[in-house]
């Protein structure tokens, strides 16, 4: 067993490739695992995106993303449910065993009000994910997306959002190190998360100084300012033994030669990341 | 009595103006009040400058900024001191009854650790902001800044840095709209704030959806989705009496020409944040 055989990588990371190439390199780098992004299935059917997983030899660890669930009025939020259904049947057909929710939020609507429709929009999947055999994962996101992404905010919004869903257990969390590691509440709400079974996802990437674009400008694990082993460490401590997920969104990297940033990934898992 | 006597601008709104040309139109618009930013003193004496805001009619509302405490040494640490010490004899010469604190933060250093080396740096100026009669205004940055500028990204760790120094009469917060806006706990914390008689200042603009750049594209009261009014609400509950005081980075602004840009500001201030 390779020593990067519980990373996984979101193919998003390597947006330039299409799946079949993330797969087959990441298999051949000793990674263990992939997280599809659903893009990934266009022209493509997921059924047959999950063969191909199988027959590389990873684990698929995840389908990014559903949710968006606040809308201006009823239907617009049933859309969303729609949505999240059709992405929960993807990962299902694909053999993804977590689907990561980004809850949204509208702008000029009251956050409190966004979560709540967040709430309800999830309320409206857990029996459809229950039924796929698909968990779903909360992610909340940085508060630098509280105006159009996501109203929860906060590792303990997520898992006040669960607390208000009966905790079943087909909705968790996925813990992104980009989006929580300023928060002075982090490891007292990682123990809460893990106490609950909720932790069912950890990504990592770094936060660089300084950030140049707010999307598009994530670090390779190394490259900023985040404690991730320390991070890494709170989720062990809470019960948390999966994967860790690489997951970066950098429009200087999807302009350099995949092949060689996949190396520099892989190094980057090695000394920043390892051992959990 | 204008409808905008309550309102303050914040020199750096208004950035490709000198100091003077700013107090002239601010009063002409009918502004009750200015902050300073310290480069205004840029060859110019802040006594020279404090009289020319008495001969205006306007309100020195604040000099920003000191702070930036955190440094990877004591002698660092020390220079970040002797800095805020001479910014407090700034303000007490232009008379400015607050100086605003930018607490910092060390890219790589831990931000417990940043924040105990804040509450050391603060806990050495009180003495003097004292004996110069100027309130030190801790303000709570956005997470968004937590690598290199901000340890303190709520106003509960605000309030928290107020307790840990023994709560001093002179150090008190400014509650930034653009900072806080996302915490399910603002109202809470400035409730808290309002009962240690900490609520200093108060500073509006908005959150541009989409938000261009992380520094320079804050909006205009309206353009975004911020809940002024409701936070300008619970302000008003806990007690806090004083300025709205304008304070907008923007390079879109800056670029524009500013006497048309302060039309909009003050229709702004009117439309958007009035009645408090």
Request: charged share 20%; aromatic share 10%; proline share 6%.
């Given at each position: ?5 519980r990373?996984?990588i ?11 190439r993330?797969?087959k390199a990441?298999?051949a ?9 659903r ?19 990873l ?12 809308a ?14 059709r992405a929960?049947d ?11 929710l980004?809850?949204?939020?509208l ?5 409190p009000?966004s979560?709540l429709q967040?709430?309800?929009?999830i ?15 909360v992610?909340?996101l ?12 906060t ?15 087909e ?6 190190a980009y ?8 490891e ?6 893990g ?6 996802s950890?990504h990592?990437?770094d ?7 707010l ?6 694990m ?5 404690p ?6 709170w989720?062990?401590a ?9 997951e970066?969104?950098?429009s200087r ?7 060689e ?6 190094a980057a898992c090695?000394?920043?990341?390892l051992?959990l």
């Open positions: 067993m390779s020593s990067l055989s990373f996984s979101h193919t998003i990371t390597n947006r330039p490739w299409p799946v079949e993330c797969l990441y298999a780098a000793g990674i263990g695992g992939v997280t599809l992004w893009y990934n299935f266009e022209g493509r059917n997921p059924a047959e995106v999950g063969r191909w997983i199988k027959d590389s030899g684990v698929c660890t995840g389908l990014a993303r559903g949710g968006f669930f606040p201006p009025d009823a239907a617009g939020r049933q859309v969303a449910v729609d949505e999240t259904w929960i993807e990962a299902a057909a694909c053999g993804a065993p977590v689907l990561v980004v809850c949204g939020a702008p000029g609507q009251d956050l009000e979560r967040t709430v309800d929009g309320a409206a999947c857990v029996d459809h994910a229950r039924a796929a055999g698909v968990r779903l994962a992610e909340p940085h508060p630098i997306y509280a105006g159009d992404r996501s109203a929860v905010v590792l303990g919004q997520a898992n006040d959002l669960c607390d208000a869903l009966g905790s079943p257990p909705v968790g969390i996925a813990v992104d989006h929580t590691w300023w928060d002075a509440a982090l007292t709400e990682i123990t809460r998360a106490r609950g079974g909720r932790l069912f950890w990592v990437c936060w660089r100084v300084p950030t140049e674009d999307l598009n400008d994530r670090g390779l190394g490259e900023g300012c985040i991730l082993r320390r991070i890494a460490g989720m062990g809470a019960g948390f033994s999966g994967f860790s997920e690489v970066i969104f950098s990297r999807w302009a350099m030669d995949q092949d940033y996949l190396a520099a990934i892989t090695r000394r920043h990341c051992p």
